[in-house]
């Protein structure tokens, strides 16, 4: 049996053009809930004060995930070899302020991330950023806002290599970004990346399944 059946698609995607992959970011469903809370619950104190401006108790943050409406917000993810979500970006929208200057558009959107520690410096945030970026682009949204802790220092790394113009007061930041608007090539890099994530997650469910499969074979316990 040729084993390239089973190697990841992104993988051998990198070996033809002996590139790093780019960093599968899926849209995450209800399916993800679960997994997304154990992301979140994950977090330490220090990250879960940059995440929510505050150390919110498990049950908060439980709360919080509980609360995410699929079907009006749009969620990002990064998973893992190992099928663990290490990465979860939060697109939120709301009406516009009608006394805001920045936009005439109906809506604005609001980015938030979280990075597991395993994760971090091989710019997974920053990847998320440029997802939700398109993904706003493409459905008429031209500013996108972030708000964090002036000492986050990954959303402000993300916020200045975005471009982002970035206002801060009393130990909080704000900062916005406005978009171009959507063109074939932004609506076809969108569809793009999504098959792609999707492929590499399929992949990787797969093989959790298998692993879970064999485990049992075995008599052992699959983390």
């Known amino acids: 049996m040729n084993a390239d059946l089973f190697q990841n698609p992104l993988r051998r995607l990198r070996n033809r053009d002996g590139k790093r992959p780019t960093v ?108 939700a970026a398109i993904h706003c682009r493409n459905n008429d949204v031209d500013t996108l806002y972030m708000h964090c802790l002036s000492s986050n220092k990954t959303m402000m790394h993300i916020a200045k290599k975005a471009g982002m113009e970035i206002h801060r007061d009393y130990g909080e930041a704000d900062a916005y970004l406005k978009l171009l608007p959507a063109d074939p090539s932004s609506v076809l890099q969108e569809a793009l990346h999504e098959q792609l994530a999707v492929l590499d997650y399929t992949y990787k469910a797969n093989k959790r399944i298998a692993a879970k499969w064999l485990g049992r074979l075995l008599g052992r316990k699959t983390p």
């Open 24 to 131: 599968p970011v899926k849209e995450l469903r209800e399916r993800d809930r679960r997994r997304m809370l154990r992301h979140f619950l994950e977090l330490e104190d220090a990250d879960r004060l940059l995440r929510f401006g505050s150390v919110l108790p498990d049950e908060q943050v439980s709360n919080y995930v509980n609360r995410i409406d699929f079907s009006r917000d749009m969620v990002f993810g990064v998973y893992n070899r190992v099928f663990r979500l290490v990465a979860v970006g939060h697109l939120a929208f709301a009406p516009r302020d009608e006394s805001s200057t920045v936009t005439d558009k109906e809506r604005v959107a609001e980015f938030g991330v979280s990075v597991s520690r395993s994760a971090r410096g091989m710019g997974v945030g920053s990847r998320l950023f440029k997802r």
